[in-house]
């Protein structure tokens, strides 16, 4: 007789986790305790399932690397004894997290899927069932005896994506994310279609897991604008114990060409400040010296962030000086695909 998959569920918080008191009409949150008793086709499931909980669920604008180490643990802790992961999130900075996850896990060979929803699940109309029981069912998918998905994914309204290369697009609408620069990996309709080969291939067998918790926040991101003045970019420049500083720049790494600007990002890398320059459009690539206005960049040596997305930047970023990478290597490193999340 075949094993049931077991599937961990990890909660950290958000909107899915909220029913409504229908006497008052307020969201409260969820016993998690009692998820199973709420949603009863979770017993239809194929799997096992059991849980784990934040012990103080959280919004997740609340969220942050010293939380991001604590699913990381989670995981870690239960790696052996569970198929498949599955990290229950606010829709807000899930994105950051499920980034900054795929980073923190190395070599995993495991399906990790973050999911949420926009409705609580005790709603009526609620995105959380489809989302939560797809997840699970994505999780628990096996090939030849091998999870299909061996990378962090994030679920949502239909389709799987690569985590570390979405983005939060809508505050309203079920279809909440996307991923504009790498094709889902999974879709839900009649049938659970996945597209193998946008999948990530999962490390060599002689490899085991390898958990990096530490995160370095000495980060920050600037957004470009017409009119960003000097006296902004010198306070950035000037925060003291920057070592990364995302820029997002215009179009295809584009930026003005005004001197005091120039100077500015020339002598902060001189000083070993890796500035990443990343695209501010939600899809394509940074392409330093297509046009004249990012050749200086290039030739100042910014990091080039290519399609990287922001919130995959700044966990990659943290990731980087978390591990201690030297200064020297930072930007091959950076510059080089490690988990998918780049061309
Ligand atoms: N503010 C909530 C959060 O991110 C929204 C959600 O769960 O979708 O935690």
Known sequence: M???????????????????????????????????NNIPELNQLDCKIEGLSFENPIDSSNM??????????????????????????GSDTMSYSASALSFMLEHLAKPVIFTGSQ?????????????LITSIQIAALRKRGKPVVQEVGLYFEYK???A?????????????????????????????KVHHSYLLKGPAKTKSLQVHKTMDNNVAVLKMFPGLNKEVLTSVLSIPNLKALVLETYG????????????????????????INVTQCSGGAVAMGHYETSEQLK???LVNGKDITTEAAV?????????????????????????GEMV
């Open 160 to 162: 799987l994506y690569r």
């Open 119 to 131: 409705l609580p699940i005790g709603d009526l109309r609620t995105d959380a069932k489809e989302n």
């Open 164 to 192: 570390n290369r979405t983005t939060k697009i809508n505050a309203e609408h079920f279809e909440a994310f996307a991923s504009l620069n790498h094709p889902p990996l999974v879709e839900s309709g009649v049938h659970l």
């Open 64 to 89: 942050n690397p010293g939380y991001w180490s604590d699913i990381a643990g989670m995981i870690e802790e239960n790696y052996n004894a569970y198929d498949g992961f599955v990290v229950l999130h």
């Open 315 to 339: 966990a990659k970023a943290m990731y980087l000086l978390g591990s201690k990478v030297s200064g020297k290597l930072f930007k091959t490193i950076f510059e080089t695909s490690l988990r």
């Open 2 to 36: 075949e094993m049931k998959t077991n599937i961990l569920l990890i909660y950290t918080g958000g909107t899915i986790g909220m029913v409504k008191d229908y006497e008052t009409g307020a969201l409260k949150a969820f016993n998690f305790e009692e998820l199973v």
């Open 252 to 275: 295809a790494g584009n930026a003005p060409m005004d001197e005091w600007f120039l100077d500015g990002l020339k002598n902060a890398v001189k000083k070993g400040l890796h500035i």
């Open 299 to 301: 030739e100042m040596q």
